[in-house]
């Protein structure tokens, strides 16, 4: 497995991202681009990644909190009980706008371009990266045919940038992994978006990990849970097999 350091050219700066390519790179086409959950790049995702790249795929984690310059690193299990580094977090989320991350997949895609990665392209989001691989399905339809959310936020908010009313643009097939409670996506939400995926008449699975909490699928939070993770990776890797290949 090979991993590199990159450094990705935006409208707005320059982007880090880790790179994962497969053992044997010439035999798959297909890329994934992985948006991060809220703690950035770090060793947790890297093996996300790397398992993601043992299939076949080469895998890209792009920094989108790049244009606050350096931070962190932050501890998943206690990032968000420091009032200062919770406070840090919160905010780049909240200044790092859907549109922000939608122009930047433009120059994620070269970049798989750029390292033989010219084929269909899978993304998967976590946290607040769920609602960002399904944005960037509808921004770049010709190119993700597969877009995944695990435990993504506000996946059918009221925002003019929520995911559900850009459907209509989509023509990846889609799949939505719910934690079992989530105040980031309840129940009026995901009913919601599951009807305008109807409506749109996308291939959809929408799939509730009951018992499962808000970040489960992600090694370093604290509420990982290794046989939710482990139903997680079926689901998705069969997903990006069937659809990508």
Not at 42 to 54: K, V
Not at 213 to 232: I, K, L, S, T, Y
Request: charged fraction near 20%; include cysteine; proline fraction near 5%.
């Amino acid at each position: 497995m090979e991993k590199q350091e990159i450094e990705i050219k935006t409208s707005d700066g320059t982007a880090k991202a880790n790179l994962f390519r497969p053992e044997n790179p010439g035999a798959s086409r297909a890329g994934v681009i992985l948006y991060m959950d809220a703690f950035g790049l770090r060793p947790g995702l890297d093996t996300m990644a790397e398992r993601i790249s043992r299939e076949g795929y080469t895998v890209l984690v792009p920094d989108l909190f790049y244009r606050f310059g350096p931070y962190g690193p932050y501890n998943a299990k206690t990032a968000f009980q420091n009032e200062e580094t919770g406070s840090q977090i919160k905010r780049m989320i909240a200044e790092t706008t859907q549109e922000m991350t939608q122009r930047d997949t433009s120059a994620f895609i070269s970049a798989l371009d750029g390292h033989g990665a010219t084929g269909p392209i899978g993304t998967v989001g976590y946290c607040m990266g769920g609602a960002r691989a399904l944005n960037a399905a509808a921004t770049y339809p010709d190119r993700i045919l597969a877009a995944a959310s695990f435990h993504g936020g506000n996946l059918a908010s009221d925002a003019p940038d929520s995911p559900h009313l850009r459907t209509d643009s989509i023509k990846a097939r889609v799949y939505v992994g719910m934690a079992g409670v989530d105040r980031s996506f309840p129940p009026e939400q995901s009913t919601r978006l599951a009807e305008a995926l109807r409506t749109a008449e996308i291939d959809f699975v929408m799939e509730n990990y009951v018992g499962m909490q808000h970040g489960w699928a992600v090694p370093d939070h604290g509420v990982f849970n290794e046989a939710g993770a482990e139903r997680h990776w079926r689901r998705l890797l069969s997903f990006f097999a069937e659809t990508l290949r």
